[in-house]
């Protein structure tokens, strides 16, 4: 029989052995997200959480999401893991952890480059993200893009040790600096003495590379295009090895009218971008035979990466002409056309296309968008695009990473930018079919 004292001291080990954390407390990012959890993320068996959703509302996703004090984890690398699995719905789910600081986001690291699909899992899905010395408050969690439910198992955040590559944080910002001033597209709107006052402060030479990106992204910040971004080094070898489309490409007969939707193709691997461009342009040869009155070229999912797999695979509709251009800050134009692909042949530059576009048309989405905008027989359906129609380069840093730079605007066939996003001529509310409104309109013409 255990007497009090004994009672009293196996309470005070339970309260602090590993598995008698605080259960997590996790809340919807909006009215819509529903969201049930359990457990603890620092537990050695972690938390589960729930999400669900009927609506995304005005919303682009619905998400469920959590915080912690930042004290114990500065300065150090974290951990988020766990087991995804999509039971319901058509959405992709993905986890995600972000530094929060006085000021606003830190840092942000996401599983979005290997999204969890309905019928996929439970999949394994971790993100990596250094803690910046400055960080204040943790925030973590799981999204989904579309109606559905995902669930989530064995979610645990744990510490790693800070890997080293013989790199200050002095010297990355000594390096990347000058390189945005001079080569940003909108370099003009930051005050550069009083941001490299700031930004080159004294303790980064004793701090390692990783902290360097916080102070980048506020530089990036101030150029307010919304476009340049940083890649970490594992950030930047994925993209180099991998190209994984946000989506199947899909594509249907509508008795007379060809349909292919576009998705994005985030990476920059040329063998995996080639085998994207061959099933897009097989498919619209497949289609080509009885697509009589026209195409449907649904844009509203390509969320942007790289456009040239993209562009390569649409050559049949686009033809050999300039479908656009790059202008740089000094005005210097650079002209770029769709190259043809080996056994997509068939010439359909001629043929009427409906274009579908969003706010998830972005980026490189954009660029696709834009190669379409001048093309005669032409014309455009849905909502206006992201506003990111600008073009990006990439610039290798020190420790491994990229910065890819906002360097240009796009260029239409004719000349004109869209600096404020892509309006189409025919805009179809949210709850109106744009599909069958573009194929009324092909249908029409002569």
């Not at 985030?266 to 026209?294: Q, V």
């Not at 649904?298 to 040239?308: H, K, S, V």
Request: hydrophobic share 40%; net charge neutral.
């Amino acid at each position: 029989m255990l007497t009090m004292r004994g009672t009293a001291a196996l309470l005070v080990m339970a309260l602090f052995s590993s598995d008698a954390q605080a259960a997590t407390i996790w809340e919807g990012t909006s009215t819509y997200s529903i969201t049930t959890g359990s457990g603890d993320v620092l537990g050695t068996s972690g938390a589960a959480v729930a999400l669900s959703a009927e609506s995304t509302g005005e919303h682009s996703f619905v998400g469920a999401v959590a915080s912690l004090d930042a004290g114990p984890f500065r300065g150090k690398e974290i951990r988020l893991a766990g087991n995804l699995t999509v039971t319901q719905g058509r959405g992709q789910a993905a986890i995600w952890v972000r530094a929060d600081g006085p000021d606003g986001r830190l840092g942000f690291a996401n599983s979005g480059r290997e999204p969890v699909r309905a019928h996929e899992g439970p999949l394994a899905r971790e993100v990596l993200l250094y803690v910046p010395v400055g960080t204040t408050r943790l925030k973590f969690g799981v999204t989904l893009n579309s109606v559905g439910h995902v669930e989530v198992e064995n979610l645990r955040l744990t510490q790693e040790a800070v890997s080293s590559v013989g790199i200050t944080a002095n010297d990355m910002l000594t390096y990347a600096l000058p390189i945005i001033r001079a080569e940003a597209l909108n370099a003009g709107n930051v005050n550069w003495s009083a941001e490299e006052t700031v930004q080159l402060s004294p303790e980064l030479k004793d701090l390692p590379a990783q902290e360097a990106y916080s102070r980048l992204r506020k530089v990036l910040d101030a150029l307010a295009d919304r476009h340049s971004l940083l890649q970490m080094p594992r950030e930047a070898l994925a993209y180099r090895q991998s190209a994984v489309a946000s989506r199947p490409i899909e594509s249907r007969l509508m008795q007379d009218i060809g349909y292919v939707l576009v998705p994005g193709l985030r990476g920059n691997n040329a063998g995996a971008g080639a085998t994207f461009t061959a099933e897009l342009c097989e498919r619209i040869t497949t289609l080509a035979p009885a697509s009589s009155k026209g195409w449907i070229l649904d844009l509203r999912q390509d969320t942007g990466g790289n456009m040239w797999p993209m562009l390569n695979g649409l050559h049949s509709l686009l033809g050999s002409h300039d479908a656009g251009a790059f202008r740089n800050r000094d005005g210097a134009v650079t002209r770029w056309r769709s190259r043809p692909t080996p056994g997509c042949s068939v010439d359909l530059s001629r043929s009427p296309v409906a274009v579908l576009v969003g706010p998830k048309t972005a980026s490189s989405g954009e660029a696709i968008a834009v190669a379409f905008r001048a093309r005669p027989g032409t014309r455009f359906f849905g909502q206006t695009t992201a506003g990111l129609a600008t073009s990006n380069r990439g610039f290798p840093l020190p420790d491994g990473g990229m910065l890819r730079l906002t360097v240009g605007a796009m260029l239409d066939r004719d000349g004109e930018a869209y600096p404020q996003g892509i309006e189409p001529e025919h805009l179809v509310p949210r709850d109106q079919d744009a599909v069958e409104v573009a194929a009324a309109w092909l249908r029409s013409m002569p």
